[in-house]
């Protein structure tokens, strides 16, 4: 995008909020992190299902304990809107026609509501401004990490814009060849299948074409990501040696990690897709989702004008789709884990002054309840339908039931620390009398664009 059209927005959109920031702070803040961790698909009782196999309770993750920790709704343009009332008056409800990936990712990238399937486009096909662009146009570093393809529905509306997020060659090309994005990582190796096991067929779906995927391979330049007018190459990395290897020291400017497997880290591996977390022995060829993490923050953290990542544990969804409890429970526990261990990144090499971390989900998936649930109660009292999970204990995976092989338009949770993060309290300004009070997601890419403008503006 020309940046004098950004340059237009961001005036624009700062007019009426930052005006006073810009002349009543003289003294310069410290560049601010921003990082988006999303469970793709994680409704409330995923996340409490993955707490009760890790702990035998739930409250034990370290965002648990964040401060500000309130729900989400996540319809799209195109789908149904939440309903408090209708929500807990009806089992069905949040069944009817929910968003999907791309659409509810856009709506966090960029503050706006698009409809089902579309990336980075607004419902009448005009390109958004999604906090990526904005960020790099602050002078910051930027990144996408991901355990499924680095092209898929979350990590795409935050760099590409499409019509159609199965546009998965434009989506890639707009990724490797025009966005200055500086760290890209997740799956879609056209050389592996989906277990990790090297095909003789390459498979170049998930990165465009063959001449993409081998100029990019080669060190043929892509957009400018450091901002000096000249185009960049990327460092591609394909190993999980290689992804640790950056986990500590000194890092190229620019990074393209592809993990050495065709969709998704672990999730698509082979062997019962039923048996419990982690029976099935899990790739050991391929980095987990917390060492892509580290990996992209060390990156990411070299520039003195700070970075936003966003993080997405894709595959939750997918085991939810597919009913796999055991599959969704690991993918959850391997989210958790990327967390804790960006909250120790932020603890030992930022500090919470310096960065605002915010975990959420995109949407709800599989509309998983306690055993007996969806039945109306013989005392007509609706509010009993919804049964609780069933805790078996520290490592069993608890009593619990699908409802759906899709998503649902139920709430979803959001906990958030560090700077700015109060701001996701003050507009979570709904109240749900099951949940508490929610905001729009919307109103996470709108905060996040606030703080790039706000931090940067008093930088500059
Ligand atoms: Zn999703």
């Known amino acids: 995008m020309k940046k004098k059209v950004v340059m237009a927005i961001i005036i624009f959109l700062t007019a009426g909020i930052t005006l006073a920031t810009f002349f009543s702070c003289r003294r310069a803040l410290r560049p601010l992190n921003i990082i988006l961790m999303i469970s793709d698909g994680c409704g409330y009782n995923c996340f409490n299902a993955a707490s009760l196999y890790q702990y035998g309770r739930t409250g034990m993750q370290v965002y648990d304990s964040f401060p500000v920790q309130c729900a989400v709704c996540t319809h799209s343009a195109s789908s149904t809107p939440y309903d408090p009332k209708k929500a807990w008056t009806s089992f069905e409800f949040i069944l009817s026609d929910p968003t999907d990936s791309a659409a509810a990712a856009t709506a966090m990238a960029t503050g706006i509501k698009t409809n089902d399937g579309t990336v980075g486009l607004d419902p009448g096909g005009a390109k958004l401004i999604n906090v990526v662009d904005l960020a790099e146009v602050m002078g910051k570093k930027t990144g996408t990490v991901t355990s499924v393809q680095f092209c898929h529905a979350t990590p795409a509306a935050f760099i590409a814009k499409a019509e159609n997020r199965y546009q998965y060659e434009k989506i890639a090309y707009q ?3 025009e966005s200055p994005v500086d760290v890209v990582m997740g799956c879609g190796h056209p050389y592996y299948d989906g277990s990790g096991r090297p095909v003789e067929e390459p498979n170049f779906r998930y990165v465009g074409n063959r001449g ?9 330049p892509g957009a400018d990501a450091d901002g000096d007018g000249k185009p960049d190459p990327w460092t591609v990395i394909q190993t999980a040696e290689k992804f640790r290897g950056l986990i500590e020291g000194k890092t190229p400017e620019r990074v393209f990690g592809i993990a050495p497997i065709l969709k998704t880290l672990q999730q698509g591996r082979e062997g019962d897709v039923l048996s419990d977390p982690f029976d099935v022995p899990l790739v050991t060829s391929v980095p987990t989702l917390a060492e892509m993490s580290l990996a992209a923050i060390n990156v990411l953290d070299d520039d003195p004008d700070g970075f936003f990542l966003m993080v997405e544990g894709g595959a939750v969804d997918w085991a939810g789709e597919e009913n796999q409890k055991g599959r969704l429970i690991e993918e959850q526990i391997f989210f958790n884990q990327a967390v804790q261990a960006v909250v120790e990144w932020i603890e030992t090499h930022s500090s919470w002054q310096d960065t ?6 995109d949407h709800d998936t599989g509309y998983i309840t306690g055993p007996g649930s969806g039945k109306e109660p013989p005392d007509g009292d609706l509010s009993k339908t919804w049964k609780d999970l069933v805790n078996k204990g520290k490592g069993k995976v608890p009593d619990m039931e699908w409802h759906s092989e899709y998503h649902t338009n139920a709430l979803v949770p959001l906990f958030a620390n560090g700077f700015g993060s109060e701001r996701m ?9 099951v949940r508490g009070n929610y905001l729009d997601n919307t109103d996470i890419g709108r905060v ?4 790039l403008i706000e931090r940067s503006a008093v930088n500059h």
């Open 175 to 177: 990724i490797i060849k």
């Open 425 to 433: 309290a003050a507009l979570a300004d709904k109240k749900d009398r």
């Open 212 to 220: 993409l995927w081998e100029g990019l391979v080669n060190g043929e």
């Open 356 to 361: 605002l971390l915010i975990v959420t989900t």
């Open 448 to 451: 996040i664009i606030e703080l």
